[in-house]
C-alpha cells in the first residue's frame, strides 16, 4: 500500500507525520510524496489562525479531488476542534482527534480489508528512513504535546489539551535509531517545549544535557520555546556545537500592556535580558521571534513601543501575524479591536523592519565560515543547492559537487539581492552589490 502524508502549520504537524510514516514503513508499507497515486492520505491539519483553519479545508477538498479512490484520514487541530464538520466533509473516512493520535496507524490500517492491513512488520534495524523517503534530511523530534499555560488568543492549548512529555530514554533512542538511518540534524518540538518534564520530573534543561551525553548526532535544534521557561544558565549548554546557536523566542509584542492583556508571563525587560544573557554567552546567538499585530486594544502608542523594542532587540528573523479572534478564546472577547486596515497598515511597516534586521544579521557573517547541511537543489538538476548554517540561515551555493545531506564548511561570501540568503561562491553580479562590514566591530 502506497501512503502519502501531508500538513499545514507547526513542526509538531510535521514531526508526528515523520513518526506514523515510520511505523507505516515497519508495517511494510510504502511511502509516496504524490498524493494521486497513494492508496492512503494522512492530513495533519492547523488552526492556529483563521486563515490556517480556511486553508485546512481548502486542502482537505483539494486532497479529495486529486485522488477521490484513496482513503482519507484527517487529525490535528483543526479536525480536533471542528471533528463534526471535518467528518461530514466529502471524500473524509476518519477523523483522530489529536488526544488519540497514538492510534492512527492502526484505525487507519483498519480501514482496510485485512489482507493489506496485515503485512507482516519488518525489523526497526531493518526499516528504511522514512525521513528520506520523503525527501527531508532534518529530523522532527516531539518531546511532548500540551500546554498548562492559557495565553488569551491561543485555541491551540484548547485543541492539544494538558501537558504530555515524552521519557528522556524514548527521545535519546528515537534519535539515536534516526542517526544510525542517515539523518545527522534533529530539531526537538512540542506545543510547549520548554515545559518538557513538567508532568515527568524531568525539565529541558535536563533532557538536553542527556541527549548531548547519550547521542553522536551532529546538530541538535530546537524549536518555539517560550522565554520564561528558561532557567539561568541554560545558554552554557550552547557551548557544545553540537547544540545550535539559534532559538525562536516568541515575544508577541514589545508593549508591558498588551503582553498583560495576552496574559504572557514575560515582561520586555525580561525578555531583553534574555537575550543579552544568549548573545553574551555565544558570539553572534541567532534570536527569532513571532509578532502578532492588532491585538485588542493596541493603541498607536503601544503600536510604536513594539516596533522600537523590535528595532532594539534586532531579530534575525519574525513571523508577523495580524490578530486573528478565535471562538473559544478570552481575546476573541476582548473591547476595542483594531480595525482591519490598521492591522494590515501595522503588518507591513513591522515586516519591512523584519527585513531590515534579517539582512544586518545576514551581514554580520561575512567574512566567516560555517558548516552547512545541504538540503536540496533549486529548480532542475543543475540548479543551485540550499543548505542552512548552524545559526539557521539559508545559504546558496553553484556546484556539481555537493551532495544532499552533506555537512561542508564553507566561506560565506556575499548576501543575496533579496537580502534573506546568504552565499558561498557568489555569482559576480551578487557578489558586486554585496556590503562588507568590519566583522570584528559588529561581533
Known amino acids: 500500500m502506497y501512503v502519502n502524508f501531508q500538513a499545514l502549520g507547526c513542526r509538531l504537524n510535521e514531526a508526528e507525520l515523520e513518526s506514523w510514516a515510520s511505523q507505516f514503513m515497519l508495517r511494510g508499507h510504502e511511502i509516496t510524496t504524490d498524493a494521486a497515486e497513494a492508496d492512503l492520505v494522512v492530513f495533519n491539519s492547523c488552526a492556529v489562525t483563521a486563515q490556517a483553519e480556511r486553508k485546512s479545508r481548502q486542502q482537505i477538498n483539494r486532497l479529495q479531488r486529486r485522488n477521490p479512490a484513496a482513503r482519507l484520514v484527517v487529525t490535528g487541530c483543526h479536525a480536533s476542534l471542528h471533528a463534526d464538520a471535518v467528518g461530514g466533509t466529502r471524500g473524509v473516512d476518519l477523523v483522530i482527534d489529536n488526544r488519540d493520535k497514538e492510534a492512527l496507524v492502526e484505525r487507519a490500517l483498519g480501514l482496510f480489508d485485512s489482507g493489506k492491513a496485515a503485512l507482516p512488520p519488518v ?14 534530511h532534518r529530523a522532527f523530534i516531539k518531546i511532548q504535546d500540551g500546554c498548562r499555560y492559557r495565553c488569551t488568543y491561543c485555541i491551540v492549548t484548547l ?24 539523518i545527522d540534524e534533529v530539531a526537538l518540538t512540542g506545543v ?10 524531568s525539565s529541558l534543561y535536563r533532557l538536553l544535557d542527556r541527549i548531548l551525553e547519550r547521542t553522536a548526532v551532529a546538530r541538535i535544534r530546537l524549536a518555539s520555546v517560550e522565554p520564561w521557561d528558561l532557567p539561568d544558565g541554560f545558554f552554557r549548554l550552547f557551548h557544545d556545537p553540537r547544540l545550535m546557536p539559534h532559538m525562536h523566542l516568541p515575544i508577541q509584542s514589545g508593549c508591558d500592556s498588551v503582553l498583560r492583556r495576552m496574559a504572557r508571563r514575560c515582561k520586555t525587560a525580561e525578555f531583553a535580558g534574555l537575550v543579552e544573557r544568549a548573545r553574551n554567552e555565544i558570539a553572534l546567538f541567532n534570536v527569532t521571534t513571532d ?49 482591519a486596515a490598521t492591522k494590515k497598515a501595522r503588518s507591513q511597516e513591522m515586516l519591512a523592519l523584519a527585513r531590515e534586521l534579517k539582512r544586518a544579521e545576514l551581514e554580520r557573517h561575512l567574512g566567516t565560515s ?29 556546484g556539481d559537487s555537493i551532495e544532499a545531506a552533506r555537512i561542508d564548511t564553507v566561506s560565506i561570501d556575499a548576501v543575496d539581492d533579496d537580502g534573506a540568503t546568504l552565499w558561498h561562491r557568489p555569482p559576480a553580479a551578487v557578489a558586486a552589490v554585496t556590503p562588507r562590514i568590519d566583522f570584528s566591530r559588529s561581533a
Open 123 to 136: 525489523e526497526i534495524g531493518d526499516a528504511p528512513n522514512a525521513l528520506l523517503q520523503r525527501g527531508r
Open 159 to 182: 485543541a492539544r489539551g494538558e501537558e504530555r512529555s515524552r521519557s528522556e530514554d524514548d527521545v535519546i533512542a528515537e534519535i539515536n535509531r534516526l542517526h544510525r538511518q542517515g
Open 192 to 201: 510547549h517545549v520548554g515545559g518538557y518534564g513538567s508532568d515527568t520530573g
Open 291 to 339: 509578532l502578532i499585530v492588532g491585538f485588542p486594544g493596541e493603541t498607536e502608542q503601544e503600536w510604536r513601543q513594539t516596533v522600537d523594542f523590535v528595532r532594539r532587540t534586532g531579530f534575525g528573523d519574525m513571523h508577523v501575524f495580524p490578530f486573528s479572534a478565535r471562538s473559544g478564546t478570552k481575546a476573541a472577547r476582548l473591547p476595542d479591536p483594531v480595525d
Open 370 to 398: 560555517a558548516p552547512v547541511l545541504w538540503e536540496r537543489r533549486l529548480g532542475d538538476a543543475i540548479g543551485d543547492w540550499i543548505g542552512y548554517t548552524p545559526h539557521y540561515h539559508k545559504i546558496r551555493c553553484a
